[in-house]
């Protein structure tokens, strides 16, 4: 009497280590003993390995199974977030996941990994694909970039050696971090308010402070997160429509990116894996000339200090002002110019020669006044030879701007946004100490004297822009206004 011998079923993710077994060098006959197979059935899995790679890649294999892992995956990690964050009666049902999906616009999205080189094939075939005719589509207003970059906003020259290559994921160097998100249009006609992420809800720089020329996010870690591009992702798509705009969004697929919430008027489209370098405009030159003019502004300060033998660093609010203010002097010239290097198909070897030029040639800031403003600070603090200007600006090109969130990470970012609201003392002490200045409130009439002798100082000096004037008369006329509304709101209330 024959025996029936009971066939072993293996999930796909096995199959993948099996296959990966053979492909490290072990013997299939040692490989077939383990996993308990025959070396038929182990021939069959390696031929058919392409077609189980391919079903791993785009998570094509039986719908509800999936459905029913996914859930069970998601409501054991919902009842432990429950226990860490103490909520009691707590019952992670399928009522509930449905609820929580409507809620949240939870979509099921497969994200490739990213490698170690720019692949010039994916690159040329993204620059010819479907995306690229969609963007063809869209009117150049109505296609956008996104992406962050982080700040060491504190850099002083001599430090340039230290924090040259540095990801900033701890330490000393991370206190001296900001993250940026920048996001601008293929035309050049419209540059998003800077979403700028610190590590402190309120730092004692902000005292006074109810006004910033950004939108300021906080972590302990200075990064981006899920949580809050999402939240930037949703009021981008509350205006847009408001102006009744259909946009397209190009992005990274970075982990904060890669599950983007319900939107009704932004299309969300994703560079191939590793071909950012190349394939996105803000990386083309837009956020290299931002810095670069971020820097101008930090080096004269420097400067004005050491005239005055005055030693402090710069603030978070200081620091968000000169930003704010590099991205306004970005001309819509550069911006067209970096989309075009950005989506034009060219071979591998005119690439960097493109973004080369595009850097030298494209920002506002003359590279002779910017040279000489290094040159005078590097005599004044004595810097070694072998730190020179390209170091200095690139010193935070390859800072981290977010990472893989643990569990206790989520809770804690949930606690920490529940404390902002009552936390009026989470000012970073290290930050403070540098400040030099107590802030107070100055009155408007304290305001409106000293633009009067700041105007004076500018007639008396030749070949004055028209525009400082311009702006001058605005913000008089501002000053003027706060002033006259608080002189009528005193006079209603004499009468009461």
Known sequence: MSSTVKRKQFSLEEKKNIISEVDKGLKKGEVAKKYGISPSTLSTILKDRESILKQLQTSVF????KRIQTFLLIREKALEFAKMLEV???QATVGWLNRFRERYGVLSKCISGEASDVPMNSVNEWRNGEVAALIKKYNPDDVFNANESGVFFQLEPKRTLAQKGNKCVGGKASKQRITALFCCNKSGTEKRKILIIGKSAKPRCFKNCKSLPCI????KKAWMTQIIFNDWLIDFDTEMKKKKRKILLLIDNCTPHNAPPKLDNIRVEYFPPNCTAVLQPLDQGIIRAVKSRYRTFLLRQIL????KNIQRKCNVKEAIEWICGAWDDISQSTITNCWKHATTTKDANSVSEVAEYDESNTHNIQQSELEQIWSTAKKKTSLPDDVNLEYYLGADDNVSTCYELTEVDIVQSIKDSKDEATDESSGDEDEEAVMGNDVRNVTSSEALTSLEVMRTFITSQSDVPDFIFTNIHQLQNYLLSIKT???VQ????DFL
């Open 304 to 307: 004005c200090d050491l005239e």
């Open 216 to 219: 300021y996010k906080f972590n």
């Open 88 to 90: 009691e009666n707590f």
């Open 490 to 493: 005193k006079k209603i209330v």
């Open 485 to 487: 509304a608080n002189l």
């Open 62 to 65: 039986d719908p509800s199974r």
